[in-house]
């Protein structure tokens, strides 16, 4: 058994998916989450992760957001799976709880790593980048369509003095699926945004599964032009362009259509017929989603036009708005709002 203590501070459909795999392992971990009725069901009748090669229940420690000012010992791992939006308030949260000589790994969509650096210290900050498929709708049952086999993660530090330290986090998360451990995690976090711009948001405003999004009449198009626009974004800021979601260097280079390389590669190793995005689960449970935060983040740079990464953007604040519901034929408003934005931005 571990002596090491962790702590997950967000346990969704991720986030819970993760800690039961480390606390199968042996290792003292904490779950720390902001829905009661979640944090209740755990203490009540442990977590239960149903895989497609397994289905674990596990008795884990659970607590409310409103019982961290309760611990009394630090921790010398925390593992933030928060949303995009709510980084730097856990960070304030449980930074008197991480020890000095600690370490903070952002398990995130979007480019969170430096926000968490100015809280945390860039000493303590771990990026990272996950693919894991995984639901919950239920609190305390987590439906997880990639076993560890097929899931995927990346790290990577933002400061020298985290130099060799990368390999503790890979350490406990190669107990939830591969790991690389990446030189430069800010590139490999925008390359995971490219992806996420393709797919996430843009399926979720169809209101179906990834798949079934992908394969209606011009989707797929949109789809990859939003990724693009990211990709050529990122090429922008001088991101390189890496190989993720286990993909090698050499698959990368032998395509010239990066987006499309990464398309394939989701569709094919990551997701069920039945996954949906972590946005339409978000608005189907009426919480606002990470859309800022992927695409949002892509339209509001000036470097370049992004009209499809707007259209997207624009559409999803009216789906959180209430003003439009997620459903197929979404994508044709989607194509006449990209136009626009493309004609508006050659004017």
């Not at 990026?127 to 790290?155: K, L, N």
């Not at 925008?190 to 999004?213: D, F, Y």
């Not at 559409?315 to 519901?325: F, P, Q, S, Y």
């Amino acid at each position: 058994m571990s002596t090491r203590k962790i702590a997950v501070l967000g346990t969704g459909a991720n986030g819970a998916s993760i800690a039961a795999d480390i606390a199968e392992a042996g290792h003292d971990v904490v779950l720390i989450d902001q829905w009661p009725a979640h944090v209740d069901v755990i203490r009540r009748q442990g977590l239960r992760v149903e895989m497609p090669d397994k289905t674990l229940q596990l008795s884990v420690r659970a607590f409310h957001l409103c019982e961290v000012c309760t611990f009394k010992e630090q921790f010398d791992v925390v593992l933030l799976v928060v949303k995009t939006y709510d980084t730097r308030w856990s960070c304030e949260l449980i930074k008197p709880y991480l020890k000095s000589s600690g370490l903070i790994a952002s398990l995130q969509n979007g480019m969170t790593t430096d926000n968490i650096a100015d809280v945390m210290g860039r000493e303590r900050t771990i990026g990272c980048v996950v693919e894991i498929a995984s639901m919950m709708f239920d609190p305390g049952v987590i439906s997880r369509h990639t076993p560890r086999a097929r899931s995927w993660f990346a790290v990577g530090g933002v400061d020298k003095a985290t130099d060799g330290r990368e390999n503790e986090i890979a350490a406990l998360l190669r107990h939830s699926g591969s790991v690389d451990v990446v030189a430069d995690i800010r590139a490999a976090k925008w390359m995971k945004l490219i992806s996420n711009a393709t797919a996430l948001v843009p399926t979720a405003l169809l209101g179906v599964p990834i798949r079934e999004a992908v394969e209606l009449s011009g989707m797929r198009d949109l789809m990859v032009r939003a990724g693009q626009e990211a990709l050529d974004v990122g090429e922008d800021f001088g991101f390189a362009t890496l190989p993720i979601l286990g993909l090698t260097a050499q698959e990368m280079r032998a395509s010239n259509r990066v987006v499309e390389t990464l398309l394939d590669k989701l569709l094919s190793g990551f997701i069920s017929p039945t996954t949906k995005t972590t946005v339409l689960q978000d608005w189907i449970k009426g919480r606002r989603s990470e859309v800022g935060d992927i695409n949002g983040l892509v339209a509001s740079q000036t470097v370049r036009p992004a009209p499809v990464n707007r259209a997207v953007t624009a559409l999803a604040h009216l789906v959180e708005r209430g003003e439009l519901k997620p459903e197929p034929s979404n994508r044709f408003l989607l194509q006449r709002k990209a136009k626009e934005f493309a004609s508006a931005g050659r004017t």
